[in-house]
């Protein structure tokens, strides 16, 4: 799959889109391909190195916090697969500007029929 990345600290010439595997799911994930994914400020600060305690020194680094997709694997949840939902990861790992995304059960939420996957992204 394809994911960005911040190679290292710095401006937008520091994103870079890489090849990676489609994550493993721990009990309470489940795994959501992309449709959308919105870079929020919290993206930028990290990418510009102001919340390096949080986040660390190494890079590489994912990017993207928001997002909304279709359910690929419910992992046993209350979901189903298929079933269009929208969420934001909480804590400094971003990876939701990927093509698939493993996520909280918790984290995520029915995406209303009235909404574009664009605008369910935005929601966060």
Known sequence: MKIAINEKFGGLEVIKLINSQIP?????EV???VKAA?????????RKRKFKR?????????IGFDFSGI?????????????AVFGMI???KGRCCAEYV???????YKMPK??????AAGIP
Do not use: R
């Open 114 to 119: 009235n909404i574009t996957f664009e605008e």
């Open 54 to 62: 949080l986040t660390g020194n190494k890079m590489p680094q994912s």
């Open 31 to 33: 795994l959501v391909k």
């Open 102 to 108: 493993n996520v909280d059960k918790n984290e995520l």
């Open 38 to 46: 919105a870079l929020n400020p919290k993206d930028i600060l990290i």
């Open 90 to 92: 909480n804590g400094w």
């Open 71 to 83: 359910i690929e694997n419910s992992n046993g949840s209350s979901f189903e697969n298929g079933e």
């Open 24 to 28: 493993n799911l721990e009990s309470h």
